[in-house]
């Protein structure tokens, strides 16, 4: 029966190129699932056999480890990213949320005095 050892929600596109080589490299028997059309369920790679999972999940956290140090060293090589420069980086992203966030806040405030009136 099929297991699921990697679900691939939130999962940069470059890591789960990695994680699909890694398994073919090493002549795990896997298949994968895509995530629906309307983003309600997530794609995952599965192993064909249940019985290879322990092999598969040392071999995955291994690579998990290498790739969390290897993120930790960019951190500390160019610094953490902050507000601004996310703003910077992705307008198209912060704007809306940080609308809303403005939104919800006014609509919060101003709601029990516009009832009380």
């Given at each position: ?12 596109e ?5 994680v ?98």
């Amino acid at each position: 029966m099929a297991k699921l050892l990697f679900n691939l929600r939130n999962v940069p596109e470059d890591e789960a190129d990695e994680v699909r080589q890694l398994l073919t490299t090493h002549g795990v028997d896997w298949y994968e699932t895509r995530p629906g059309p309307w983003g309600i369920s997530n794609g995952g790679l599965w192993l064909r056999d249940a019985a290879a999972y322990p092999g598969a999940r040392r071999l995955l956290d291994s690579y998990q480890d290498s790739r969390r140090e290897q993120a930790r060293e960019d951190v500390r090589q160019h610094g953490r990213e902050g507000f601004l420069d996310l703003l910077r980086r992705r307008p198209g992203y912060v704007l809306p949320r940080l609308a809303a966030i403005v939104a919800i806040l006014l609509l919060v405030l101003a709601l029990p005095w516009m009832l009380l009136r």
